[in-house]
């Protein structure tokens, strides 16, 4: 019964130490993500500020809020395209550096890989489309 203990706790010990690396990297992961979504809305913020004689010369010419929302998410989408394909080739670059820190993962899987893009790009729109949509006043007035 003791031997059992002890041989209980040192595997418990032995397991522990990637247990809590996953955990650490997943909590930094996950900061470096809300940070990203913070600095992706401020960025976009601020280059639809640049715009707003632009905006409100396309507005007098006729274009409707949903055009200039179309505008603004059709930018930011094709340097998300950019982005996402460099970051997928350091990505994929990078993976064998982290192997030994991966959990019962592959370094090059591509359904891990396809999820944090799509799980980046969710985040990359949903930054976007705050500033965006903020592009017009129903009454007409541009605000950001």
């Not at 982290?98 to 891990?112: A, E, G």
């Amino acid at each position: 019964m003791v031997r059992q203990k002890r041989m209980h706790n040192l595997l418990h010990s032995i397991s522990s130490r990637p247990r809590v690396d996953a955990m650490l990297l997943s909590l930094f992961a996950g900061v470096g993500v809300l940070l990203a979504a913070i600095g992706i809305y401020g960025v976009v913020r601020f280059l639809v500020e640049q715009r707003t004689p632009e905006i409100g010369v396309r507005m007098a010419l006729g274009a409707t809020p949903q055009n200039i929302l179309k505008m603004v998410l059709a930018s930011t989408g094709r340097w998300t395209a950019v982005g996402s394909a460099l970051g997928l080739f350091g990505a994929w670059a990078c993976a064998r550096l982290l192997q030994s820190l991966l959990f019962d993962v592959r370094p090059h899987d591509p359904f891990l890989l396809g999820l944090v893009l799509l799980l980046l790009t969710a985040v990359v729109f949903a930054a976007t489309w705050i500033p965006a949509r903020h592009t017009h006043r129903p009454h007409g007035r541009i605000t950001l």
